[in-house]
């Protein structure tokens, strides 16, 4: 999956998790993105079989786009947690970098890093 993708699968899962339904339009207010951007997207998402839209427009992720958007949101929750603590930077500059880094980086490496913050998480 593209790293676009992704990132619009990992919108409508937080999105899901904080308001209990997600439509098209919440995800172009989220992302900042224009409205037949995220139409397209949501277009190929659904053609992929990691969305379901409903009839009412909400969005609905499959067991595979609930798989892999968790997959991400891990991915991106520990790599911020692992920059805050080993470079020291403050969560906003975490969450930035950690939403670039979480695509492009090798399940070995992830792997390690989900180690180390598992294991200092109290330090």
Do not use: Q, W
Not at 14 to 32: C, H, P, T
Not at 49 to 60: A, K, S
Not at 90 to 105: G, K, L, P, Q, Y
């Amino acid at each position: 999956m593209h790293e676009s993708g992704e990132d619009y699968i990992e919108t409508i899962y937080l999105l899901k998790k904080r308001n209990g339904s997600v439509r098209s339009i919440d995800v172009a207010n989220e992302l900042n993105f224009s409205r037949p951007s995220v139409s397209r997207a949501v277009g190929i998402l659904k053609d992929n079989g990691l969305i379901t839209v409903e009839d009412d427009g909400e969005l609905i992720l499959t067991e595979e786009g609930l798989k892999t958007a968790k997959h991400v949101y891990e991915k991106h929750t520990n790599l911020t947690k692992f920059l805050m603590m080993t470079a020291g930077v403050n969560e906003t500059i975490a969450e930035t970098d950690a939403c670039r880094i979480e695509h492009i980086i090798s399940p070995e490496t992830f792997k390690g890093i989900k180690k180390y913050v598992k294991e200092n998480k109290d330090n």
